[in-house]
């Protein structure tokens, strides 16, 4: 089997375990012709986008006197071409629940997927 297919196969074994979905929203710089007013309005980047979510969890470097605190990490697999640009806002849905994420690592991108850290967003503008 040569690389190319290799690639092709691993990138299918991986797709195979995006059971989530996401909306992707960038915030775009619009200019009133009349006005000349700059204003930031969130447009759509891609919806119903098959992903996963991958969650790490970690002592946090503090302890507390009743319980030890713990840090999550989150991360999100996408297929490779999805250009996510910084600043994002992810809705990512599973099992019907919808939590909002937005973007806040750098990209590590893969031939077959592209994984990206998030942040917990705590309430959309």
Same mark, same amino acid.
């Given at each position: 089997?040569?690389?190319?297919?290799?690639?092709?196969?691993?990138?299918?074994?991986?797709?195979?375990?995006?059971?989530?979905?996401?909306?992707?929203?960038?915030?775009?710089?619009?200019?009133?012709?009349?006005?000349?007013?700059?204003?930031?309005?969130?447009?759509?980047?891609?919806?119903?986008?098959?992903?996963?979510?991958?969650?790490? #969890?970690?002592?946090?470097?503090?302890? +507390?006197?009743? =319980?030890?605190?713990?840090?999550? &990490?989150?991360?999100?697999? $996408?297929? !490779?071409?999805?250009?996510?640009?910084?600043? #994002?806002?992810?809705?990512?849905?599973? +099992?019907?629940? =919808?939590?909002?994420?937005?973007? &806040?690592?750098?990209?590590? $991108?893969? !031939?077959?997927?592209?994984?990206?850290?998030?942040?917990?967003?705590?309430?959309?503008?």
């Amino acid at each position: 089997m040569g690389t190319d297919a290799l690639t092709k196969a691993a990138r299918r074994a991986m797709e195979r375990m995006y059971i989530d979905t996401c909306k992707i929203s960038v915030n775009v710089k619009t200019v009133d012709e009349k006005t000349h007013v700059t204003r930031q309005k969130w447009t759509v980047l891609a919806e119903d986008e098959p992903c996963r979510l991958s969650f790490l #969890s970690f002592p946090a470097n503090g302890e +507390s006197d009743t =319980t030890d605190a713990m840090m999550q &990490s989150v991360k999100i697999f $996408l297929r !490779p071409e999805l250009v996510v640009p910084a600043g #994002s806002r992810i809705d990512v849905t599973r +099992s019907g629940r =919808t939590v909002s994420y937005k973007r &806040s690592g750098a990209v590590a $991108l893969y !031939p077959t997927h592209q994984e990206i850290e998030l942040t917990r967003a705590e309430e959309h503008p």
